[in-house]
């Protein structure tokens, strides 16, 4: 009882004190530009490896360039993984610092040093709001991936075989929906409400954008209940209700 409660206030302490340092070091500098998808100012893989195998990529990118026709070259098995590899490498960097936004966004707080939280916040205004943009970009995006695995896999075999061994279909399909792009999104819908609720201009930008897609806050809210249901008791769950009641 007590004491997994000290482990989890003590969890709590040292998530904050992390994110706080990562402020205070600069972080912002290296988190931005791979949030916002800048592939020039990302840490690239190794030449070692496929994902950084420059010659093949330059390869492939010639090859895509040549106009069509009978005698157009196919890529190789070789040359397919190594444009595969490269393209994860980059899927998780996005992956990855969608996580550590959203980290941000939870354990700042207006007692963190340097104002830490007021310039996590300032930088979605920055620049014409243009991480705001990313921010409505990327949550629809992780929109379509999970939806499209829930979809695969409520149509697949593994679906037919847990049922027919009693096995709940629809838990198994929210855990394809969370691992396809569920949990990516979740936390993109929960980092558009600190932005929103924390600065009135943030809100009217979001909504504005949504709109342009045809959607609306609604999307956003419905996202952060999902989010909310499947948590645990606790701070993070609160704040999420707290962004949920104020937008």
């Known amino acids: 009882g007590s004491s997994s409660g000290n482990a989890t206030t003590d969890s709590s302490i040292c998530y904050k004190r992390a994110a706080e340092v990562f402020v205070e070091a600069g972080g912002f500098k290296a988190l931005f530009p791979i949030f916002m998808g800048r592939k020039s100012a990302m840490p690239k893989p190794s030449r070692h490896c496929d994902a950084g195998n420059l010659e093949m990529l330059k390869k492939y990118?010639?090859?895509?360039?040549?106009?069509?026709?009978?005698?157009?070259?196919k890529p190789s098995k070789k040359m397919k993984a190594i444009v595969a590899a490269n393209r994860e490498w980059?899927?998780?960097l996005e992956a990855h610092s969608i996580q550590l936004l959203y980290s941000l966004m939870r354990h700042l707080d207006e007692l963190s040093p340097q104002d830490a939280k007021a310039r996590l916040l300032s930088k979605f205004i920055e620049n014409d709001c243009e991480k705001c943009d990313r921010m409505v970009e990327l949550f629809l995006k992780y929109d379509v991936k999970m939806r499209e695995a829930e979809y695969r896999y409520y149509k697949s075999d593994e679906a037919e075989e847990a049922e027919a061994g009693g096995v709940d279909v629809d838990l198994a399909a929210l855990n394809a929906r969370l691992e396809g792009g569920g949990e990516l999104f979740h936390r993109l819908s929960a980092v558009i409400a600190f932005a929103a609720f924390g600065s009135k201009r943030c809100h009217e930008y979001v909504l504005g954008q949504l709109r342009t897609q045809n959607s609306g806050i609604g999307v956003i809210k419905t996202a952060i209940e999902e989010f909310v249901s499947i948590l645990d008791e606790g701070k993070q769950r609160e704040q999420l209700k707290q962004y949920l009641l104020a937008i």
């Open 90 to 92: 980059f899927r998780i």
């Open 61 to 73: 990118a010639a090859l895509n360039k040549k106009t069509g026709g009978k005698d157009k070259k």
